[in-house]
Each structure stands twice: as C-alpha cells, then as structure tokens.
C-alpha cells in the first residue's frame, strides 16, 4: 500500500512539478549572474570609464614612448577575460609601477595618477649618475672595462659609455646582487666610503678610483704625479672609524716628515698604509 502511494502519478506529477520549477530557478539564476558579468564587462570598457592616453612627466634620458609601451602592456586584456584593465577604478597600477621599475633601473619615484579626462599620468624621476662601477676587480686595460653607473646611495642602474680620464670617479670590487645593473655596491658602507673619498679630496690626494675586496680591504688610487711610474695607493679597512682613519691621516700630512715629502717628492710615492690602530705608515721609491 505505501509503495504505491508513493509511486501514484498525482505524487509523480507533483515531484516532477518541483523538480521543473527548482531547475527553472537555477536556470534563471545562471542567466541572470551570466547577464550580469557581460554587462558589467561591457561598462568597464566604455570610452568614459577607460584610460583613454598616456603621458609621462620627469623623464630626461628615458624615451617616453618605451615608458609608454611598458604601460601600455599592462593595460591590455581583461581581468578573467571579462573586465577591461584599462578601467580607471581597478586599473593594475602596481603591477605598472614594479614593471617600469624593472625595465628602467634609472628610474624612481614612480608615480600614477588619473586625471581628468581619464588621462593615465606617469610621473618619475630619473637617478643622477654620480659615480661609475667598473668590475670586481681592477682590469689590465681601462678600455676593457664595462661600467655601470652609481647613484649617491650606491645604486648600479644603466651601463656607462667609456669615458677617455677621470669623468666619474671609479669603485670596484663586488656587489650585492645577482647582477650589476639593480644592484648596490657595499649600501650599508657606501655613504662612509664617498665621505672618506670627500677628505682625500680636502686633504689634496686627487683619488680616482676605490677598490674594496670580499674580506673588506679597501685601496684608494690616487692620481700619479707627472713623473711617477703608477698611481699611488691607500690602504684601509671600510669597517674601521673611516672618519677617525681620516683625522689620523690629515694629522700626518700636516707634519713632518711627510708633509715635504707629499709636497717635492709625490710622484715618486708607493702606498699610505692606514690599517693599523692610530698609525700611518707611507713609503716612496
């Protein structure tokens, strides 16, 4: 008796109703969440809502048409194939920013704005090429070597031309990364290194290069005198009181017998040896 209740074609016809009507609903439903996305789709990519142009403001060296075109890369397709990525309320503006930044080591300060008439504004600026990286080590033949230039933090962003003299003073040895170009040359010490390269200066040395080994010896070059068969050496250690090394140094070049010395006979001298606690030991041919 129960099983036919169950199986009577008014409870059959009821269930089947049901069924009918839940499908619809869910039918409904797709179409409804299906109409909803394209539409949404379609309103992220009207004119009024898109970027519309690219302009770039603070670039020198940089063409802005390559600025442009990294952009440009980022703007194109659509987020799951739906929503345009040139929309100016989710436009991928990050994902800009870390592309430039890692095509063009010369650049930051990076910044993107929308203004009105849903122009796309690129503002950077550009490193200053303040010195120039030339190598691990120093080369047999300066027109051998491939420099990079440094920042005043020490920042290695854009490969140098050759340059003929003493255009833009010369560090070497190792740095910190998998490649020169984005990398720094010794950060945590560079700011110490280019004010010791400041005294020399004061002190009347003429430095023209500094080279720094992995175990942290460091070897100032001077320009040689007129005569003199090579460039004169300074030998310190970078993670010593370098301004403390410097006021020993500047209180021996004011004193004899070394202040006559660096004074008639300069061309003629070898290496200032500055490693030792409070002493300064010199040497000339």
Same mark, same amino acid.
């Not at 560090?171 to 990398?183: K, Q």
């Given at each position: ?14 269930k ?19 109409f ?54 989710f ?32 503002s ?10 030339c ?15 440094? @920042? ?10 050759? *340059?003929?003299?003493? &255009? $833009?003073? /010369? +560090? ?10 984005g ?6 010490k ?41 460039d ?27 202040k006559?010395?660096?004074? @008639? ?10 490693? *030792?606690?409070?002493? &300064? $030991?010199? /040497? +000339?041919?």
């Amino acid at each position: 008796m129960r099983r036919d209740v169950l199986n009577s074609p008014k409870l059959v016809e009821l269930k089947t109703k049901r069924r009918n009507i839940f499908v619809r609903k869910i039918a409904l439903l797709v179409f409804g969440l299906a109409f909803i996305f394209f539409a949404l789709s379609y309103l992220s990519s009207l004119r009024q809502v898109t970027v519309n142009s690219i302009e770039v403001d603070g670039n020198k060296v940089i063409d802005t048409k390559d600025i442009q075109k990294v952009a440009n890369e980022k703007l194109s397709g659509k987020y799951f194939w739906l929503f345009s990525r040139k929309n100016v309320l989710f436009y991928p503006e990050k994902k800009i920013e870390r592309a430039l930044a890692d095509e063009f080591k010369r650049l930051t300060n990076i910044d993107l704005e929308i203004k009105r008439g849903n122009v796309l504004v690129i503002s950077v600026d550009e490193r200053v090429p303040m010195y120039s990286w030339c190598g691990k080590e120093l080369p047999v033949h300066a027109q051998t070597e491939k420099c990079y230039f440094l @920042d005043d933090e020490g920042y290695m962003f854009d490969e140098a031309p050759y *340059f003929s003299g003493h &255009v $833009y003073f /010369k +560090f070497y040895g190792p740095y910190e990364g998998e490649t020169p170009e984005g990398s720094y040359f010794r950060k945590e010490k560079f700011s110490d290194l280019i004010s010791f390269k400041g005294a020399l200066d004061t002190f009347g040395l003429k430095p023209k290069a500094l080279l720094v080994d992995d175990a942290g010896n460091g070897t100032a070059l001077l320009v040689k005198g007129k005569s003199g068969l090579k460039d004169p050496e300074i030998y310190f250690k970078i993670n010593d009181d370098l301004e403390n090394i410097a006021e020993n140094l500047k209180a021996a070049l004011d004193n004899e017998p070394l202040k006559t010395k660096i004074k @008639d006979f300069y061309s003629t001298l070898l290496y200032i040896d500055l490693r *030792f606690d409070n002493k &300064v $030991y010199y /040497k +000339f041919q």
